[in-house]
């Protein structure tokens, strides 16, 4: 099965900082890869997410990049802010591209990111 | 955060009891979820359905049941067998086949063993 592989576990920055988490993932054939956030006693919600057909994406502060070949993918968290502290999970899922969702998703163990005044 | 819902929030059991876990959704979504969070492990899952009257293991399907009966509905039962079932507990769905693979959560019921 899938094994999905989280580092830093847990990360510290400054605010207006970058911070970066990433993940490695086993299965060659995952090909969707969501990131989570979740806030203390919350529930997790997704932030952004990637399909293998595409290397980068971005939303505003927010930018996720895949690489296939070495199978590892990064959370880009540019210009921190106080309410970016949250803990951060990665996850990977196998699926047809077309027909899209249903899919179980394997989950990285967390990083714990706080941004500090 | 409306859609998806589970109850009750806080739940005590004592040993050697069944508990049932609720999760409702009315997203009209194919596909659900339980999985079980423990401090620095992740999420793991449990059991998961992809349509109604069907459903498979996940990673750590040992003491516990699921049905899905309804499409709006996936409970989870906590047996006796399970050796540590102290955690908290996320229900979630998603659209399934012909949808995204966003998956969505609920609020969680965090389970304590007396």
């Known amino acids: 099965g899938e094994n999905v592989e989280q580092h830093p576990s847990t990360l510290s920055v400054q605010e207006g900082d970058s911070a970066v988490i990433k993940c490695t993932y086993s299965d060659s054939a995952s090909n969707y890869f969501p990131w989570y956030k979740q806030e203390l006693g919350k529930r997790p919600q997704l932030i952004i997410d990637?399909?293998?057909?595409?290397g980068e994406k971005k939303d505003q502060r927010i930018a996720v990049t895949l690489n296939k070949t070495a199978k590892h993918f990064s959370l880009h968290i540019t210009e921190t802010q106080p309410e970016d502290s949250a803990v951060y999970f990665c996850a990977a899922s196998r699926g047809d591209i077309l027909t899209g969702g249903g899919n179980k998703l394997t989950f990285g163990t967390g990083t714990q990111l706080k941004v500090e005044l | 955060d409306g859609g998806i819902t589970q109850s009750p929030k806080y739940l005590f059991r004592k040993e050697g009891q069944n508990v049932t876990l609720s999760c409702e959704q009315n997203?009209?979504?194919?596909?659900m979820y339980w999985y079980r969070q423990d401090p620095g492990q992740g999420l793991r899952l449990i059991y998961y359905s992809q349509i109604v009257n069907d459903f498979q293991k996940g990673d750590i399907a040992e003491g516990y049941s699921v049905s899905r009966e309804k499409k709006e509905s996936f409970p989870l039962t906590v047996t006796s067998a399970q050796k540590n079932p102290t955690a908290f507990y996320l229900c979630?769905?998603?659209?399934?086949?012909?949808?995204?693979?966003?998956?969505?959560f609920g609020p969680g019921t965090r389970l304590t063993v007396l």
């Open positions: 979630a769905s998603s659209r399934g086949r012909g949808g995204r693979n966003e998956q969505f």
């Open positions: 997203l009209n979504h194919d596909a």
């Open positions: 990637i399909r293998s057909n595409v």
